[in-house]
Nanobody, 125 residues
Framework: QVQLVESGGGLVQAGGSLTLSCAASGRSFSGYAMGWFRQAPGKEREFVATMVWYGGTTSYADSVKGRFIISRDHAKNTVYLQMNSMKPEDTDVYCC??????????????????WGQGTQVTVSS
């Protein structure tokens, strides 16, 4: 059974930092692109960042570019999202996702095959 489990969410003050982790299990994710999305209650899921397997190409939403960094540890089947200079508008439930394409830089929800349950991130002003 494929599982993506996020951790590292919590409460942080504006301007602070937080690092999320997403551990994948149940199969090898070799070749999968891994991404992060976020969602507020009543709103659509929003793309945050993604990293392809081969070459490490990354893409970020404009709202987080220059503040967030996505990385992955292939040996641990884990992807990370380092969030710096956080703002109250970053408050959301953050989910990781896996895309089975080899090289697609996916920014759409429908491009991903597996999803985690999410972790709450709250940024206080």
């Amino acid at each position: 059974q494929v599982q993506l489990v996020e951790s590292g969410g919590g409460l942080v003050q504006a301007g602070g930092s937080l690092t999320l982790s997403c551990a994948a299990s149940g199969r090898s994710f070799s070749g999968y692109a891994m991404g992060w999305f976020r969602q507020a209650p009543g709103k659509e899921r929003e793309f945050v960042a993604t990293m392809v397997w081969y070459g490490g190409t990354t893409s970020y939403a404009d709202s987080v570019k220059g503040r967030f960094i996505i990385s992955r540890d292939h040996a641990k089947n884990t992807v990370y999202l380092q969030m710096n200079s956080m703002k109250p508008e970053d408050t959301d439930v953050y989910c990781c996702a896996a895309d089975s394409s080899f090289s697609r830089v996916g920014i759409k929800v429908e491009e991903y095959d597996y999803w985690g349950q999410g972790t709450q991130v709250t940024v206080s002003s």
